[in-house]
């Protein structure tokens, strides 16, 4: 039995993690400010005796005796960590700080909740974790995925400098049940909109690509990720290699929901990458993990979930 700190464990990867550590017998401490998170997430969980709900900032540091702790604080859609960019490289950079200087004064291990972003719109397809990435620094999109790339230098340097014991995931966009009804990425979206027979909203002409992994098989590769041997630190890319245009995902929405929606155009937000898929040679080598869930049975899945949550 470990002792185990989840930070941004209110949110939707957290939540799930949560679950999964709590069944697996360890002791689970979740810590959040609910700026996107909610106590909705986590409520099955109170009634635990191995689980405890911290409510803090993980911009402010925390003290807490652990074996290990999966840095999870961040807002992750585009809507949410653009309301105020500031506090979002905060979250990233200061975060990073106060959860490596823990883990460095108690000797836990600790895994940071990287990102695909730090290959920004990338020009190597697919991306290996030896692609070094194409992005903007001083763009709309440059909060979220820059703050990323500093917390992933810090949590080398803390590595190299300090013996600290760190593993860097790269996590490629990830849906499921749990995900905030209006949280805005586009899994939700299309199936908020299809379930409630409003327009289907692409932005752009569609045909930039994402791969869509289902939130079961990101958890299970976390975990497996914690617990390689010491040596391994990553970072290394956690994702479904399939890859479908937004275009394939809205009439995918449409077929299993059933819906009478009409998709409709929008404008395309800045810095949006044009093509996005991992390559997982490297999680496959080290982790003998690849995802299970296709997409079709993911999005069914997903789509049960928001029926019950919005109608
Ligand atoms: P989410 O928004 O549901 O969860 C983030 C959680 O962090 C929320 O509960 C939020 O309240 C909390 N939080 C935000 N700022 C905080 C702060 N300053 N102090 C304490 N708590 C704070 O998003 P998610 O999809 O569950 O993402 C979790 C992590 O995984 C994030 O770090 C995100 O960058 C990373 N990630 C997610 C995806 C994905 O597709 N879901 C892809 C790449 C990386
Ligand atoms: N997107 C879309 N309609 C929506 C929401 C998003 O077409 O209602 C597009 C968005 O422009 C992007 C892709 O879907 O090209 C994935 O967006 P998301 O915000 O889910 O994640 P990210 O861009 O961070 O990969």
Redesign the pocket.
């Known amino acids: 039995m470990k002792r185990i700190l989840i930070t941004g464990g209110a949110g939707f990867i957290g939540s799930h993690l949560c679950e999964r550590l709590l069944n697996e017998g360890n002791e689970v401490i979740c810590l959040d400010n609910y700026f996107t998170g909610s106590k909705q997430n986590i409520k099955h969980l109170l009634d635990n005796h191995n689980f405890e709900l911290v409510r803090h900032d993980i911009t402010s540091p925390y003290f807490v005796e652990v074996d290990e702790i999966y840095n999870l604080a961040c807002p992750?859609?585009?809507i949410h960590y653009q309301y105020n960019p500031i506090k979002t490289v905060k979250t990233s950079v200061m975060g990073a700080i106060n959860v490596l200087g823990l883990a460095k004064r108690i000797k836990a291990k600790v895994l940071q909740a990287s990102t695909?972003?730090v290959y920004g719109d990338p020009e190597v397809h697919p991306q290996p974790e030896g692609y070094w990435g194409n992005v903007n620094p001083i763009g709309l999109?440059s909060c979220y995925d820059e703050g990323k790339r500093c917390a992933e230098t810090l949590f080398m340097d803390y590595h190299r400098q300090n013996n600290v014991k760190i593993k860097i995931v790269r996590i490629f966009?990830t849906y499921g049940p749990r995900m905030h009804p209006d949280d805005?990425?586009?899994?939700s979206?299309?199936i908020v909109?299809a379930l409630q027979g409003k327009d289907?909203?692409?932005?752009?002409n569609?045909k930039?690509t994402?791969s869509f992994q289902y939130i079961d098989d990101l958890v299970e590769a976390l975990i497996r990720t914690m617990n390689t041997e010491n040596d391994f630190i990553g970072p290394v890319n956690i994702g479904n290699p399939g890859e479908f245009t937004?275009l394939e995902?809205?009439e995918k929405v449409i077929e299993l929901t059933g819906t009478k929606s009409k998709i409709v155009f929008?404008p395309?937000?800045s810095d949006?990458?044009k093509q996005?898929c991992p390559d997982i040679s490297l999680a496959k080598e080290k982790l003998g993990w690849e995802p299970k869930v296709e997409l079709e049975e993911g999005l069914r899945k997903t789509i049960e979930y928001f029926r019950k949550v919005i109608l």
């Open positions: 992750a859609s585009p695909s972003e999109r966009n805005g990425r586009v899994v979206n299309f909109q289907i909203t692409i932005y752009g569609g930039q994402r937004m995902l809205a929008q395309l937000p949006d990458p996005r």
